[in-house]
């Protein structure tokens, strides 16, 4: 053997020897020193601030290791009170590290105005998509004889008329007036005894008027007012025949209005009711 085998041996070791020890070195950083110093592996989940007022949110977030930072500008939502949180990065529910910095925007400390647009003549659902782009609220709808079906009639803040270009603030509830789709105009009731119900839906019809409830009797009487030769009104009753209108409310001694419902009484045909009944709706132009 010669000399020089030892010192290759000796050699070896210690490299062998120094290589261990880099690796336990590696090892000792990245899985014990590290995850010390940097708490890898320790995240937390963001809690949901939305709401919260600044005031309470310094204790809130030290309470779970965390900071914020209020973000310049602001936002405005009717739902929360002002300087509460309205939005928040990261989001809740994220995971983080201890001592994370959260992004927050607060609610206005007063909501900004808005104009009020004119939105007398236009339907109700154009109206709420109006208002909805504004930032405001519907408020109480009221209806009103008027033609013109959901349609608006007058516009309302607080319970006072609102007009074109008005400022309000923002959120605020708008309360409408709005047509009813039948007007107010009234008439004196036509007379539609002894009619049969084909009959009356036709004469009704051309009132405007809607069928109400109709009710079958085995039997009714026809009560008719008539003029006596000495000018006296006198009173006749006679029994109707089946299929025919014995009574009706309102009745001829009445007013009505156009679109409401009348209610039929018809005497039975052969003691079974008609199955069908007419049906009696406004007719548009």
């Not at 261990?20 to 937390?44: C, D, K, Q, R, W």
């Not at 089946?242 to 009745?251: A, I, L, Y």
């Amino acid at each position: 053997m010669s000399k020089s085998e030892p010192g290759k041996k000796e050699l070896l070791m210690h490299v062998g020897i120094a290589g261990l020890a880099s690796i336990g070195i590696l090892l000792f950083v990245f899985y014990i020193y590290l995850p010390i110093t940097t708490n890898h592996g320790e995240s937390m989940t963001v809690p949901n601030l939305e709401g919260i007022l600044l005031d309470d949110l310094g204790e809130f977030l030290e309470e779970r290791d965390l900071r914020y930072e209020v973000e310049p500008d602001s936002g405005y939502s009717p739902k929360f009170p002002p300087l509460a949180v309205l939005k928040q990065f990261p989001l809740a529910e994220a995971k983080v590290k201890e001592g994370r910095k959260i992004y927050i925007t607060l609610n206005a400390s007063k909501p900004p105005v808005v104009k009020m647009p004119s939105l007398i003549q236009r339907s109700l659902k154009n109206a709420q998509l109006e208002l909805r782009s504004l930032g405001l609220l519907l408020g109480e709808i009221r209806y009103k004889p008027d033609f013109a079906l959901n349609t608006i009639l007058g516009q309302y803040y607080k319970g006072k008329k609102l007009k074109a270009g008005e400022e309000i603030p923002k959120g605020s509830k708008i309360d409408f007036e709005v047509g009813d789709g039948l007007g107010n105009q009234t008439f004196q009731m036509m007379n539609l005894t002894d009619m049969d119900l084909d009959e009356a839906v036709f004469v009704m019809r051309g009132y405007g008027l809607k069928l109400g409830d109709v009710f079958y009797e085995k039997e009714g009487k026809i009560i008719k007012e008539k003029e006596a030769s000495n000018g006296e009104a006198v009173i006749e009753s006679i029994e109707a025949e089946p299929g025919r209108v014995f009574k009706h409310t309102p009745n001829a001694k009445n007013k009505a209005r156009i679109g409401q419902e009348i209610d039929l009484w018809i005497v039975e045909v052969d003691s079974t009711k008609i199955e069908e009944i007419p049906t009696l709706d406004l007719v548009s132009d």
